[in-house]
Protein backbone atom coordinates (compact mmCIF):
# COMPACT_ATOMS: atom_id res chain seq x y z
CA UNK A 1 0.00 0.00 0.00
CA UNK A 2 0.89 3.48 -0.68
CA UNK A 3 2.11 5.94 1.64
CA UNK A 4 -0.36 8.95 1.78
CA UNK A 5 0.25 12.13 3.52
CA UNK A 6 -2.50 14.24 3.64
CA UNK A 7 -2.59 17.08 1.01
CA UNK A 8 0.79 18.53 2.16
CA UNK A 9 3.56 17.87 -0.26
CA UNK A 10 5.58 16.29 2.90
CA UNK A 11 8.73 14.61 2.38
CA UNK A 12 9.04 10.71 3.75
CA UNK A 13 11.76 8.51 4.13
CA UNK A 14 10.71 5.34 5.27
CA UNK A 15 12.77 2.19 6.71
CA UNK A 16 11.41 -0.83 6.81
CA UNK A 17 13.11 -3.27 8.95
CA UNK A 18 12.25 -6.74 7.64
CA UNK A 19 9.30 -9.16 8.97
CA UNK A 20 8.63 -10.25 12.29
CA UNK A 21 9.57 -13.94 12.62
CA UNK A 22 6.77 -15.70 13.62
CA UNK A 23 5.50 -19.45 13.86
CA UNK A 24 2.14 -18.47 11.81
CA UNK A 25 1.99 -18.58 8.05
CA UNK A 26 -1.31 -16.64 8.08
CA UNK A 27 -0.24 -13.29 5.85
CA UNK A 28 -3.70 -11.87 4.58
CA UNK A 29 -4.50 -9.61 7.06
CA UNK A 30 -6.73 -6.89 6.40
CA UNK A 31 -5.51 -3.25 6.31
CA UNK A 32 -6.61 -0.74 8.72
CA UNK A 33 -8.23 1.97 7.71
CA UNK A 34 -6.27 5.02 9.92
CA UNK A 35 -9.81 6.61 10.03
CA UNK A 36 -10.15 7.02 13.46
CA UNK A 37 -7.56 10.38 14.20
CA UNK A 38 -9.45 12.56 16.20
CA UNK A 39 -8.27 15.83 17.48
CA UNK A 40 -8.05 15.42 21.10
CA UNK A 41 -4.49 14.94 22.50
CA UNK A 42 -1.57 17.03 24.54
CA UNK A 43 2.12 18.11 24.12
CA UNK A 44 4.42 17.38 26.62
CA UNK A 45 6.36 20.89 26.93
CA UNK A 46 9.94 19.02 28.57
CA UNK A 47 12.29 16.72 27.49
CA UNK A 48 14.40 18.94 24.46
CA UNK A 49 16.99 16.29 23.42
CA UNK A 50 18.43 17.54 20.03
CA UNK A 51 19.86 14.73 18.00
CA UNK A 52 23.18 15.75 17.78
CA UNK A 53 24.34 12.82 15.90
CA UNK A 54 22.58 13.79 12.93
CA UNK A 55 24.90 17.13 12.87
CA UNK A 56 22.17 19.10 14.72
CA UNK A 57 23.06 20.95 18.02
CA UNK A 58 21.98 21.36 21.44
CA UNK A 59 19.19 24.20 21.16
CA UNK A 60 19.16 24.77 25.04
CA UNK A 61 21.10 27.47 24.96
CA UNK A 62 19.23 29.25 22.49
CA UNK A 63 15.32 27.79 23.13
CA UNK A 64 12.74 26.96 21.47
CA UNK A 65 11.88 29.09 18.47
CA UNK A 66 9.34 31.68 19.91
CA UNK A 67 6.64 30.41 17.06
CA UNK A 68 6.90 27.09 18.11
CA UNK A 69 6.02 27.45 21.85
CA UNK A 70 2.14 28.74 20.61
CA UNK A 71 1.84 25.97 18.03
CA UNK A 72 2.98 23.33 21.16
CA UNK A 73 5.56 21.92 19.45
CA UNK A 74 8.36 20.72 21.77
CA UNK A 75 10.93 17.47 21.32
CA UNK A 76 9.18 14.85 22.67
CA UNK A 77 6.64 11.39 21.97
CA UNK A 78 3.09 12.53 21.29
CA UNK A 79 0.31 10.37 23.12
CA UNK A 80 -2.28 9.56 20.71
CA UNK A 81 -5.68 10.16 20.87
CA UNK A 82 -8.04 8.27 23.19
CA UNK A 83 -9.92 5.48 21.99
CA UNK A 84 -12.71 3.73 23.90
CA UNK A 85 -11.39 0.26 24.32
CA UNK A 86 -13.72 -2.95 24.14
CA UNK A 87 -14.98 -4.33 27.14
CA UNK A 88 -13.95 -8.55 26.90
CA UNK A 89 -16.71 -10.58 25.90
CA UNK A 90 -16.83 -14.23 26.41
CA UNK A 91 -15.90 -15.77 22.85
CA UNK A 92 -16.60 -18.81 21.83
CA UNK A 93 -13.26 -19.95 20.48
CA UNK A 94 -13.01 -23.50 18.86
CA UNK A 95 -9.73 -25.12 18.90
CA UNK A 96 -8.22 -28.20 16.37
CA UNK A 97 -8.17 -32.00 18.31
CA UNK A 98 -5.13 -33.44 17.37
CA UNK A 99 -3.72 -37.39 16.77
CA UNK A 100 -1.43 -38.91 19.16
CA UNK A 101 1.10 -41.69 18.35
CA UNK A 102 1.28 -45.06 18.41
CA UNK A 103 3.79 -47.44 20.42
CA UNK A 104 5.14 -48.21 16.72
CA UNK A 105 5.25 -44.65 15.91
CA UNK A 106 7.57 -43.84 19.00
CA UNK A 107 9.67 -47.34 19.00
CA UNK A 108 10.40 -46.41 15.26
CA UNK A 109 12.12 -42.76 16.35
CA UNK A 110 14.02 -44.16 19.22
CA UNK A 111 15.26 -46.82 16.47
CA UNK A 112 15.77 -44.14 14.07
CA UNK A 113 17.34 -41.88 16.34
CA UNK A 114 19.84 -44.68 17.76
CA UNK A 115 21.01 -45.57 13.67
CA UNK A 116 22.46 -41.66 14.10
CA UNK A 117 24.64 -42.45 17.02
CA UNK A 118 26.95 -45.28 16.38
CA UNK A 119 28.16 -45.86 19.82
CA UNK A 120 24.32 -46.55 20.78
CA UNK A 121 23.19 -50.38 20.47
CA UNK A 122 20.03 -50.58 18.96
CA UNK A 123 18.94 -54.31 20.81
CA UNK A 124 17.45 -51.84 23.25
CA UNK A 125 15.23 -49.73 21.00
CA UNK A 126 14.03 -52.94 19.37
CA UNK A 127 13.61 -54.97 22.58
CA UNK A 128 12.26 -53.03 25.36
CA UNK A 129 9.21 -52.64 27.43
CA UNK A 130 6.81 -49.57 26.08
CA UNK A 131 4.91 -49.70 29.22
CA UNK A 132 2.71 -46.73 28.63
CA UNK A 133 2.29 -43.56 26.04
CA UNK A 134 1.07 -40.74 27.79
CA UNK A 135 -0.09 -38.31 25.06
CA UNK A 136 -1.02 -34.66 25.71
CA UNK A 137 -0.45 -31.18 23.63
CA UNK A 138 2.22 -28.36 24.73
CA UNK A 139 0.30 -24.99 23.90
CA UNK A 140 2.54 -22.28 22.33
CA UNK A 141 0.63 -19.35 22.73
CA UNK A 142 1.60 -15.90 20.54
CA UNK A 143 0.27 -12.65 21.04
CA UNK A 144 1.32 -9.54 18.64
CA UNK A 145 0.38 -5.99 19.02
CA UNK A 146 0.88 -3.86 15.95
CA UNK A 147 1.60 -0.36 17.47
CA UNK A 148 2.33 3.16 16.21
CA UNK A 149 4.56 5.43 18.04
CA UNK A 150 4.44 9.41 16.81
CA UNK A 151 7.37 11.41 18.70
CA UNK A 152 8.78 15.08 16.92
CA UNK A 153 12.06 16.37 17.44
CA UNK A 154 13.36 20.14 16.49
CA UNK A 155 15.89 19.40 13.65
CA UNK A 156 18.43 21.93 11.62
CA UNK A 157 19.67 22.17 7.99
CA UNK A 158 22.33 23.98 6.83
CA UNK A 159 19.96 27.08 4.55
CA UNK A 160 20.87 27.45 1.44
CA UNK A 161 18.33 29.85 0.29
CA UNK A 162 14.84 29.08 -1.29
CA UNK A 163 11.08 29.21 -0.16
CA UNK A 164 10.66 28.74 3.72
CA UNK A 165 7.44 27.26 4.98
CA UNK A 166 6.95 28.65 8.25
CA UNK A 167 4.07 28.89 10.00
CA UNK A 168 3.10 32.58 8.57
CA UNK A 169 1.52 30.04 5.28
CA UNK A 170 -0.73 28.17 8.16
CA UNK A 171 -1.10 26.17 11.28
CA UNK A 172 1.14 23.52 11.54
CA UNK A 173 -1.31 20.03 12.01
CA UNK A 174 -1.13 18.28 15.22
CA UNK A 175 1.19 15.17 14.70
CA UNK A 176 -1.94 12.87 14.67
CA UNK A 177 -3.71 14.64 12.47
CA UNK A 178 -1.12 14.09 9.80
CA UNK A 179 -2.23 11.20 7.84
CA UNK A 180 0.49 8.56 7.29
CA UNK A 181 0.13 5.05 6.78
CA UNK A 182 2.64 1.56 6.73
CA UNK A 183 3.06 -0.06 3.93
CA UNK A 184 2.11 -3.29 5.63
CA UNK A 185 0.45 -4.45 8.25
CA UNK A 186 2.80 -6.31 11.01
CA UNK A 187 5.70 -5.37 8.97
CA UNK A 188 8.08 -2.83 11.15
CA UNK A 189 8.63 0.23 9.77
CA UNK A 190 10.19 3.79 10.75
CA UNK A 191 8.80 7.02 8.87
CA UNK A 192 10.54 10.74 8.76
CA UNK A 193 8.65 13.88 7.79
CA UNK A 194 8.59 16.96 8.65
CA UNK A 195 5.66 18.94 10.02
CA UNK A 196 3.96 21.32 7.32
CA UNK A 197 4.39 25.26 8.50
CA UNK A 198 7.22 25.05 10.97
CA UNK A 199 9.86 26.25 9.24
CA UNK A 200 11.81 28.81 10.76
CA UNK A 201 15.24 30.38 9.96
CA UNK A 202 18.27 31.49 12.05
CA UNK A 203 22.02 32.65 12.42
CA UNK A 204 23.77 29.35 12.80
CA UNK A 205 24.68 29.37 16.61
CA UNK A 206 27.62 27.53 16.25
CA UNK A 207 29.67 29.86 14.06
CA UNK A 208 27.37 32.90 15.51
CA UNK A 209 26.98 33.27 11.40
CA UNK A 210 30.32 33.96 10.59
CA UNK A 211 30.16 30.74 8.40
CA UNK A 212 33.72 29.22 10.18
CA UNK A 213 34.93 27.97 13.45
CA UNK A 214 38.24 27.96 15.07
CA UNK A 215 40.32 25.45 13.90
CA UNK A 216 40.57 22.45 16.68
CA UNK A 217 44.34 21.24 15.19
CA UNK A 218 46.30 24.30 15.98
CA UNK A 219 43.61 26.07 18.34
CA UNK A 220 43.21 29.29 15.66
CA UNK A 221 47.07 29.31 15.92
CA UNK A 222 47.20 30.02 12.39
CA UNK A 223 50.10 29.20 10.59
CA UNK A 224 51.69 27.09 13.45
CA UNK A 225 51.96 23.83 15.28
CA UNK A 226 54.60 21.43 16.49
CA UNK A 227 56.53 19.36 14.09
CA UNK A 228 55.61 15.59 14.54
CA UNK A 229 58.88 15.08 12.83
CA UNK A 230 60.76 15.91 15.78
CA UNK A 231 58.69 17.02 18.38
CA UNK A 232 59.08 20.59 17.94
CA UNK A 233 62.81 20.94 18.99
CA UNK A 234 64.09 21.36 15.40
CA UNK A 235 66.51 18.31 15.40
CA UNK A 236 66.62 15.65 13.32
CA UNK A 237 67.31 11.79 13.47
CA UNK A 238 70.26 12.33 11.07
CA UNK A 239 73.72 13.14 12.55
CA UNK A 240 76.83 14.86 11.15
CA UNK A 241 80.36 15.41 12.77
CA UNK A 242 82.34 18.22 13.49
CA UNK A 243 84.87 19.72 14.87
CA UNK A 244 84.64 22.67 17.69
CA UNK A 245 87.95 23.59 19.50
CA UNK A 246 89.94 21.23 18.13
CA UNK A 247 87.65 18.31 19.24
CA UNK A 248 85.55 15.76 17.76
CA UNK A 249 82.09 16.52 18.13
CA UNK A 250 78.68 14.62 16.86
CA UNK A 251 75.85 17.38 16.04
CA UNK A 252 72.09 16.33 14.94
CA UNK A 253 71.16 17.63 11.67
CA UNK A 254 68.23 20.42 11.18
CA UNK A 255 64.63 18.36 11.25
CA UNK A 256 63.80 18.23 7.66
CA UNK A 257 60.19 18.77 8.53
CA UNK A 258 60.39 21.53 9.84
CA UNK A 259 63.90 23.11 8.68
CA UNK A 260 64.70 23.18 11.81
CA UNK A 261 62.06 26.01 13.49
CA UNK A 262 60.34 23.08 15.19
CA UNK A 263 57.06 24.52 13.61
CA UNK A 264 54.88 23.98 10.37
CA UNK A 265 51.90 24.97 8.92
CA UNK A 266 48.71 23.64 10.22
CA UNK A 267 47.77 20.86 7.59
CA UNK A 268 44.06 21.18 8.47
CA UNK A 269 42.98 24.73 7.81
CA UNK A 270 46.28 25.28 5.39
CA UNK A 271 47.56 27.98 8.03
CA UNK A 272 44.08 29.99 8.11
CA UNK A 273 43.26 29.52 11.65
CA UNK A 274 39.49 28.51 11.03
CA UNK A 275 37.64 26.44 9.04
CA UNK A 276 34.33 25.84 7.54
CA UNK A 277 31.43 25.31 10.47
CA UNK A 278 30.48 21.80 9.94
CA UNK A 279 27.20 23.03 11.52
CA UNK A 280 25.83 25.41 8.88
CA UNK A 281 28.40 23.91 6.34
CA UNK A 282 29.36 27.40 5.83
CA UNK A 283 26.17 28.68 4.92
CA UNK A 284 25.91 31.00 8.28
CA UNK A 285 22.53 29.82 8.50
CA UNK A 286 19.98 27.37 9.51
CA UNK A 287 16.84 26.11 8.77
CA UNK A 288 15.09 24.66 11.80
CA UNK A 289 11.81 22.46 11.64
CA UNK A 290 9.94 19.49 13.73
CA UNK A 291 10.46 16.43 12.19
CA UNK A 292 8.20 13.54 12.54
CA UNK A 293 9.24 10.27 13.43
CA UNK A 294 6.69 7.49 12.97
CA UNK A 295 7.32 3.99 14.41
CA UNK A 296 5.41 1.29 13.71
CA UNK A 297 6.60 -1.90 15.50
CA UNK A 298 5.26 -5.52 16.73
CA UNK A 299 5.28 -5.71 20.42
CA UNK A 300 5.30 -9.98 20.57
CA UNK A 301 4.88 -11.99 23.64
CA UNK A 302 4.29 -15.90 23.89
CA UNK A 303 3.56 -18.30 26.18
CA UNK A 304 4.20 -22.37 26.36
CA UNK A 305 2.01 -23.90 28.26
CA UNK A 306 3.24 -27.58 28.86
CA UNK A 307 2.80 -29.76 31.75
CA UNK A 308 5.22 -32.27 31.05
CA UNK A 309 9.00 -33.07 32.29
CA UNK A 310 9.94 -32.31 28.80
CA UNK A 311 11.93 -28.71 29.24
CA UNK A 312 8.92 -25.92 27.98
CA UNK A 313 11.69 -24.14 25.91
CA UNK A 314 12.23 -26.87 22.85
CA UNK A 315 8.37 -26.61 21.95
CA UNK A 316 8.94 -23.39 20.53
CA UNK A 317 11.63 -24.58 18.35
CA UNK A 318 9.57 -27.30 16.48
CA UNK A 319 6.74 -27.54 14.07
CA UNK A 320 3.06 -28.09 15.46
CA UNK A 321 -0.22 -26.83 14.59
CA UNK A 322 -1.93 -23.74 14.43
CA UNK A 323 -5.52 -24.25 16.24
CA UNK A 324 -6.91 -21.33 16.49
CA UNK A 325 -5.61 -17.60 15.41
CA UNK A 326 -7.86 -14.63 15.45
CA UNK A 327 -6.78 -10.91 14.21
CA UNK A 328 -8.81 -8.19 15.02
CA UNK A 329 -7.84 -4.46 16.27
CA UNK A 330 -8.30 -5.45 19.44
CA UNK A 331 -8.70 -9.09 20.40
CA UNK A 332 -10.25 -10.35 23.10
CA UNK A 333 -8.78 -12.49 26.03
CA UNK A 334 -9.10 -16.59 25.12
CA UNK A 335 -11.43 -17.94 27.98
CA UNK A 336 -12.55 -21.04 27.06
CA UNK A 337 -9.73 -23.32 26.72
CA UNK A 338 -10.22 -26.51 28.39
CA UNK A 339 -6.48 -26.13 29.84
CA UNK A 340 -6.88 -22.96 32.11
CA UNK A 341 -3.36 -21.94 32.09
CA UNK A 342 -3.64 -20.45 28.93
CA UNK A 343 -6.88 -18.88 29.47
CA UNK A 344 -4.59 -16.84 32.45
CA UNK A 345 -1.64 -15.94 30.05
CA UNK A 346 -3.68 -14.95 27.06
CA UNK A 347 -5.70 -12.23 29.19
CA UNK A 348 -2.29 -11.81 30.95
CA UNK A 349 -0.78 -10.54 28.02
CA UNK A 350 -2.98 -8.66 26.65
CA UNK A 351 -3.32 -6.84 29.44
CA UNK A 352 0.39 -6.09 29.38
CA UNK A 353 -0.08 -4.97 25.98
CA UNK A 354 -2.78 -2.45 26.54
CA UNK A 355 -0.91 -0.92 29.65
CA UNK A 356 2.23 -0.83 27.87
CA UNK A 357 1.25 1.16 25.34
CA UNK A 358 -0.68 3.58 27.23
CA UNK A 359 2.53 3.88 29.38
CA UNK A 360 4.91 4.35 25.92
CA UNK A 361 1.85 6.53 24.33
CA UNK A 362 1.22 4.03 21.72
CA UNK A 363 -1.54 3.13 19.69
CA UNK A 364 -2.34 -0.15 18.57
CA UNK A 365 -4.00 -1.06 15.00
CA UNK A 366 -4.42 -4.54 14.80
CA UNK A 367 -3.74 -7.50 16.88
CA UNK A 368 -3.33 -11.16 16.44
CA UNK A 369 -3.22 -14.31 18.57
CA UNK A 370 -2.36 -17.71 17.56
CA UNK A 371 -2.28 -21.16 19.64
CA UNK A 372 0.40 -23.34 18.38
CA UNK A 373 -0.47 -27.08 19.40
CA UNK A 374 2.63 -29.41 19.77
CA UNK A 375 1.93 -32.93 20.29
CA UNK A 376 3.79 -34.89 23.16
CA UNK A 377 4.01 -38.76 23.81
CA UNK A 378 6.06 -39.59 27.68
CA UNK A 379 6.93 -42.82 26.71
CA UNK A 380 7.53 -44.66 29.42
CA UNK A 381 9.79 -48.06 29.43
CA UNK A 382 11.84 -50.67 30.78
CA UNK A 383 14.78 -53.09 29.44
CA UNK A 384 16.43 -55.60 31.34
CA UNK A 385 17.09 -54.16 34.95
CA UNK A 386 16.63 -50.32 33.89
CA UNK A 387 13.90 -47.99 32.98
CA UNK A 388 13.00 -44.56 32.31
CA UNK A 389 11.29 -42.22 30.61
CA UNK A 390 11.60 -40.57 26.85
CA UNK A 391 9.61 -38.17 25.10
CA UNK A 392 8.97 -37.69 21.34
CA UNK A 393 7.24 -33.86 20.34
CA UNK A 394 6.53 -32.09 17.76
CA UNK A 395 5.00 -32.52 14.25
CA UNK A 396 8.24 -33.63 13.06
CA UNK A 397 8.61 -36.21 16.08
CA UNK A 398 11.73 -34.53 17.25
CA UNK A 399 13.41 -36.89 20.53
CA UNK A 400 14.42 -36.10 23.91
CA UNK A 401 16.34 -38.73 25.86
CA UNK A 402 18.68 -38.42 28.61
CA UNK A 403 19.18 -42.04 29.27
CA UNK A 404 19.63 -44.79 26.69
CA UNK A 405 20.25 -48.21 28.21
CA UNK A 406 22.73 -49.28 25.63
CA UNK A 407 25.65 -47.68 24.85
CA UNK A 408 28.44 -49.33 23.62
CA UNK A 409 31.63 -46.83 23.82
CA UNK A 410 34.29 -45.94 26.50
CA UNK A 411 33.64 -42.76 28.15
CA UNK A 412 30.86 -41.07 25.79
CA UNK A 413 28.30 -39.97 27.31
CA UNK A 414 25.29 -38.15 26.74
CA UNK A 415 22.89 -35.55 28.83
ZN1 LIG B 1 44.72 25.03 12.07
ZN1 LIG C 1 60.66 19.37 12.79
ZN1 LIG D 1 27.79 27.77 11.32
Known sequence: ???????????????????????????????????NHGSNYYIAMENVDVDVANGNSDLSELGTPPEYESLGYT?????????????????????????????????????????????????????????????????????ISFTECRHTK?????????????????????????????????VDEVKYLEVPHTSTIKSCHTCRGSGRVECGSCCGRKKVLSCSSCDGDGRGHATYTTYQNNRRVTKSKLCGGCSGSGKVVCGTCG?????????????????????????????IDEHVVEHTDLPNHLIKDVHGTVIFQETEN????????????????S?????????????DMKKIHRQ????????????????????????????????????????????????
Not at 98 to 119: G, K, M, Q, W
Not at 283 to 298: I, M
Not at 347 to 359: A, G, I, N, Y
Not at 401 to 412: A, E, S, V
Request: aromatic fraction near 10%; charge should be negative; hydrophobic fraction near 30%.
Open 154 to 186: HISEPYRGGEVDGPLNGTPPSPWDIEISYQQIF
Open 347 to 359: KSLLDSHVRMCQT
Open 368 to 415: KHIVRAVPVSEVHWTWQTKGSRFWVYGNGRTIYITKYPQKNCWGCQIL
Open 75 to 143: DSTVPPPQVSVQQPQLQEHRFTELPYLSEHNVRTVLIDYVADHFCYGNRAAREMNINNIIPSNALHYEL
Open 271 to 299: GLGSVTCKTCRGTKELRWYVQLTVTFANM
Open 1 to 35: MASFVHGLGIDITTTTTGQPNHASTDSNFEDDDNS
Open 330 to 345: LVQPIMNHPDQELNTF
